[in-house]
């Protein structure tokens, strides 16, 4: 896969927040050659000066400051640790207040890459206009979204570097639907998005340009990267399998939950963020979902539990009843630090590469790349 003149493996680690991937995971990918993605959501929470400078009544101000600040050391830790390899990429919610400002300090910390999620982010170039080497990857979900994004951006001189086809039936985390009722919409199928993004591209010139497409949502097995490939794809983008690597940047505890979770135990609820999410059903989580209608029945305006408002839009700040009641920063950061009883531990649907062992990042590239099924003629679907 070609980024920017630079060639790369077609795996693309995806970004995973709170801090679940930062600069060792990241650093560890690119090493290897392919694309590593820091989350820009709260990255103070791996540094334990940037904590404690934060802690208490503190000014919104301050702790934006300090995630900034954040960022910026992890670009630089991720970069040292890929020694010149791969690239680095800063993954980035659009839904996020600070949306602007981590875009302009991921191009100025030296990212290869940034890649917007979570909305559509049609301001994108304008944000990155001093910076024209750092490469733009839009997440979207169907052949509507990218014909919307791609016309908008040609009207400003500009074509995204690569684009994230997130399937929302299989992904983890934030998913790119409107409810949980559409997940499964036929629009979301891989070959449809596949081959209708490249008939786009046809139909506006786009050809001899070769905009990437990178598949994502619950790929897990070598014989998927292939068909999809076959499909069209560059490459594809792996959260949850990454997450679960040795390398991984959050505690083993978060790591076991994925690992240990049988299919019966994911869930998709409704998230702060106003999008449906994907997750773990743990303890704090089944709880949770038992008084959720209850907590949306009495939802009122509030100011944000954690003093920062790391979202633009926030169901529980904002007293919006059909949204998510519960600080999602919170929980997340729980999940972050291995506490099972507490956390919100995000997590695609489908099998992981190696079931419940736990591998390396080198080990999980080399599978995708070079393994074969455990069980001869059996293609998983796709």
Same mark, same amino acid.
């Given at each position: ?9 077609? =795996?693309?680690q ?6 679940i ?13 392919? #694309? ?5 959501? $709260?990255?103070?929470?791996?540094? &334990?000066? #940037? ?5 208490? &009544?503190?000014?919104?101000?301050v702790?934006d ?8 050391r992890? =670009? ?13 990429a800063?993954?980035i ?13 991921? *191009? ?7 890649v917007?999620?979570?909305?559509l ?5 304008? #944000? ?48 790119g ?20 993004c490249r %008939?786009?591209?046809r ?16 790929i ?5 990267l ?6 069209? %794809?560059?490459? /594809?983008?792996?959260?949850t399998?990454?997450? /679960?690597? &040795? ?53 009122r305006?509030?100011? *944000?539990?954690?003093?920062? $408002?790391?979202?633009?839009? *926030?169901?529980?700040? $904002? ?7 519960? *600080? =999602?920063?919170r929980? #997340? ?5 291995? $506490?099972v ?5 995000? !997590?695609?649907?489908e099998a992981l ?9 080198? &080990? ?7 393994? !074969?099924?455990k ?7 796709v």
């Open positions: 896969m070609s980024l920017k003149g630079k060639l790369l493996l077609p =795996i693309v995806g970004g995973m927040g709170v801090g991937s930062a600069s060792r995971l990241a650093g560890t990918v690119a090493a290897l050659g392919g #694309l590593g993605t820091i989350s820009s959501v $709260d990255l103070r929470r791996h540094h &334990e000066d #940037l904590m404690d400078s934060t802690q208490g &009544e503190v000014e919104k101000g702790v400051a300090a995630n900034l600040q954040a960022l910026d992890e =670009i630089n830790l991720a970069r040292e640790r890929s020694g010149g390899n791969g690239g680095i800063v993954n919610m659009k839904a996020v207040s600070q949306y602007p400002e981590y875009v302009r300090q991921s *191009c100025e910390s030296g990212a290869d890459a940034v917007v999620g979570a909305g982010p049609l301001d994108l170039p304008e #944000l990155v206009q001093d910076h024209p080497k750092v490469a733009l990857i839009p997440i979207l979900s169907d052949v509507r979204g990218v014909t919307l994004l791609v016309k908008k951006w040609l009207r400003r001189k500009r074509l995204p570097d690569a684009v994230v086809l997130e399937n929302p039936r299989y992904a983890a985390g934030h998913l639907a409107a409810d949980d009722q559409s997940l499964n919409k036929p629009e979301y199928a891989f070959q449809r998005v596949l081959e209708g %008939a786009l591209f139909e506006l010139g786009l050809e001899s340009e070769r905009i990437p497409l990178i598949a994502a949502g619950g897990h097995r070598p014989e998927q292939r068909q999809l490939m076959d499909w069209g %794809a560059d490459g /594809v983008q792996m959260g399998a990454f997450a /679960v690597t &040795e390398e991984g940047d959050a505690h083993e505890n978060f790591k076991r939950v994925l690992l240990d979770a049988e299919a019966k135990d994911i869930v998709t609820f409704m998230s702060v963020a106003g999008l449906p999410a994907r997750a773990v059903r743990t303890p704090w989580l089944d709880a949770y979902l038992h008084k959720e209608k209850k907590l949306q029945s009495v939802a305006e509030r100011p *944000c539990t954690e003093g920062f $408002d790391c979202l633009a839009h *926030c169901g529980l700040r $904002d007293g919006v009843q059909r949204h998510g009641q519960f *600080c =999602i920063d929980q #997340l950061a729980y999940a972050l630090k291995g $506490d009883q507490r956390g919100l531990f995000f !997590r695609s649907s590469p190696f079931g419940k062992a736990m591998k390396s990042v080198r &080990e999980l590239m080399d599978y995708m790349l070079n393994g !074969r099924s069980t001869p003629g059996v293609v998983p679907a």
